[in-house]
């Protein structure tokens, strides 16, 4: 069983909702990235999402593209994320991480050579924002082949048919994006949110998380009653910019609202 | 593949690709307004109704068919083949962009869009964009680099004069790139009720193929006058290449003509061996970018890298999906020259044939300088002339020290 469906699987036993963190890797800095992974663990998340910077990271807001730009003035690539993710596994072997990005790093290194290297990495699951599943034909299966679960996100605007061609072609979970927009953006339906999952629900056994617009221990309390996962990023990363230049901040920080998160969770 | 008998017409495919290059690489949430964008525009391109709109709007609001103008004295002075300047400079807004931003206009009112958003490198497109939109009554965004709101201010003052919001991006390297990210934004969180008119083509299917369309009104114009003036086709066609859509638009109707040579002419920027360029063709890879795979300036780890070409137009560091085909088929030529030649293209033009180029268009004037001596008087070449320069009189002014 792979670590994402083990995961899952565990909490249901527990009756708990999964909490997954997203963070930039190598924001602000690399070194700190390893350390925030074991204390967001000891928050109580269940998985991380672990983000791969790019350049043009065209479906995120203002606060996750300043994540990427702070990232890469270190230069951090797919190469030195998949050794963040090796290291991590030095001493967790149980929670999984997906990376979250953009396909062309993926594409520069070779679809090929990623695929292996992720799976050596301990990487679980890889969720590409720009490549729906048409254009995925030949990569998903070299994704799958490698252990690696393909994530895909479904949209308020994904029609009937197309949740039904991205169940058939995700595994581990499916990530409902709550709102139309890019990441870190304001509004939340939690009636709406959970219609939609309920229509997901015909198409899929997966075990369904719902981001975009969850900041607080409120609203993902909220979601984590409809969903079977919460998935948070902007509003962690706004702790990197308060403190950009003090690490330990951050992690206390980035921590702190994690587990208040999982304390309304599990109330 | 013999390219005379190739239908040219069937590319992309169905799915959107030409060869490798092209598909639809963009977030969930775009792929629905996407597949909508494609039905509307593939129910609508053969109706005889939109086709006689575009083209009464073509006729009497841009004032097409434009001259095919044989630069007489140019010609003599280069001493080799025939040139004949393409004038989509004397179009109503000054460039080639009016052709396309008035077909997507008229898709956007069928579909039923109220508001119109736009990216824009030189601002060329953005008034464009502005233009339909006052005509038609739509509200109108325009994203435009904020290094290139500093470099094109005439432009910027004629999009609000025209009644459009102009948003400075300052994200990234602040030039055509980041407008597009911000735009790409934009459209995804208000997919309902906007339209995003893409400048050039590049993006996510259907835009490559649909602005193609819209521009090859250029080359079916060429391809007639000609024959009309001159008695036979071409011996080579040349047009500049940021995204690639005045160059696509003059090259279409010319694939299948076997014996025409065809240029593209890219930015060197300061020399491609210095890095600072905006040639994506000649020194790039492939890779993937706002919705595309097409040659892309990137590093070894993926990431895009800064571009540098003196003119905002061509400071792109992708390309239109159909151009990396057409260079990998080898049905094209692609070139680059500097911003030093392109100046000189831009001076020559201008004193010799009383014509101030835009500074895109004097990047294939520049080559132009280096094919014709290369050909007999007996041939010929059809460049297009895709805008006029009096938006870039300011850069030239403060590039050779000129305070106006």
């Known amino acids: ?267 | 593949m013999k390219f005379s008998e190739f239908n040219w017409n069937a590319m992309p495919d169905v799915t959107g690709h030409f060869g490798a290059y092209g598909g639809r690489f963009i977030a969930e949430t775009l792929m629905e307004p996407i597949y909508q964008l494609e039905q509307a525009y593939s129910s609508l391109k053969n109706d005889p109704a939109f086709q006689a709109e575009f083209d009464r709007d073509l006729k009497h609001y841009v004032g097409r068919p434009s001259p095919l103008y044989f630069a007489e004295r140019l010609t003599r002075e280069l001493g080799g083949a025939k040139i004949f300047l393409k004038r989509e400079d004397l179009n109503h807004t000054g460039a080639h962009k009016i052709n396309n931003t008035i077909g997507q206009a008229i898709l956007a009112k069928h579909m039923g869009k109220t508001r119109i958003i736009a990216e824009t490198g030189a601002g060329q497109h953005g008034v464009a964009s502005a233009t339909i939109a006052a005509r038609l009554g739509l509200e109108c965004v325009v994203y435009m680099g904020a290094e290139d709101v500093k470099r094109q201010a005439p432009n910027v003052f004629r999009m609000k004069l025209l009644g459009a919001t102009v948003v400075p991006v300052h994200s990234g390297s602040k030039t055509l790139k980041d407008a597009l990210n911000e735009a790409m934004r934009d459209w995804v969180t208000n997919v309902d009720n906007t339209f995003y008119i893409i400048g050039t083509v590049a993006g996510p299917h259907p835009y490559p193929a649909m602005v193609r369309d819209f521009q090859s009104v250029i080359g079916r114009e060429a391809r007639q006058q000609i024959l009309e003036q001159d008695g036979c086709l071409p011996d080579a066609l040349v047009a500049c290449v940021g995204g690639g859509s005045n160059a696509i638009g003059l090259f279409h109707p010319f694939l299948a003509d076997e014996s025409v040579a065809i240029y593209g002419v890219e930015a060197a920027g300061s020399g491609i061996s210095t890095g600072k360029h905006a040639a994506p063709l000649t020194a790039g890879k492939s890779g993937v970018l706002h919705g595309n795979r097409t040659y892309l300036m990137e590093d070894a780890n993926g990431q895009i890298i800064e571009t540098h070409s003196i003119s905002a137009g061509l400071d792109y560091p992708g390309v239109g999906p159909e151009h990396s085909w057409l260079k990998d088929l080898g049905r094209a030529q692609y070139v680059a020259v500097t911003d030093a030649q392109a100046m000189e293209g831009f001076h020559t033009l201008t004193r010799k044939e009383g014509i101030i180029p835009a500074l895109e268009s004097s990047h294939a004037m520049a080559y132009v300088m280096e094919l014709a001596p290369t050909l007999a008087k007996n041939q010929s070449i059809i460049m297009c002339l895709s805008g006029r320069g009096d938006k870039d009189i300011n850069t030239i002014a403060r590039l050779e020290g000129i305070t106006l």
């Open chain 1, 1 to 267: 069983m792979s670590r994402i469906a083990a995961c899952f699987q565990a909490l249901k036993a527990q009756g708990k909702t999964a909490l997954i963190p997203y963070v930039t890797a190598g924001d602000p800095h690399p070194s700190i990235t390893v350390p925030l992974m074991h204390q967001m663990v000891e928050a109580g998340a269940s998985i991380i999402e672990l983000g791969v910077p790019f350049s043009d990271p065209m479906a995120d807001g203002p606060t996750i593209q300043l994540a990427h730009e702070r990232s890469l003035v270190h230069n951090t690539s797919l190469a030195n994320i998949l050794a963040m993710v090796s290291e991590f596994r030095q001493t967790n072997q149980t929670t999984p991480v997906v990376l979250m990005g953009y396909l062309n790093p993926i594409e520069i290194m070779g679809y090929e050579a990623f695929a292996k290297a992720a799976q050596e990495a301990g990487v679980d699951g890889v969720l590409t924002v720009d490549l729906p599943p048409e254009e995925g034909k030949s990569v998903l299966p070299l994704f799958k082949a490698h252990g690696l679960d393909p994530i895909f996100l479904v949209a308020p605007t994904t029609p009937a048919h197309r949740m039904q061609a991205i169940a058939e072609a995700a595994s581990g979970f499916v990530y409902y994006v709550s709102l139309k927009g890019v990441t870190g953006a304001n509004t939340l339906d939690t009636t709406e949110v959970a219609a939609r999952l309920q229509q997901m629900r015909e198409y899929t056994q997966l075990p369904l998380g719902v981001g975009f617009g969850i900041k607080d221990a409120a609203t993902a309390k909220a979601i984590g009653q409809v969903a079977d996962a919460v998935v948070v990023g902007s509003a962690l990363i706004k702790q990197v910019e308060t403190t950009p230049n003090d690490h330990t901040a951050i992690i206390k920080n980035i921590s702190g609202l994690l587990a208040s998160m999982r304390s309304a969770l599990d109330a």
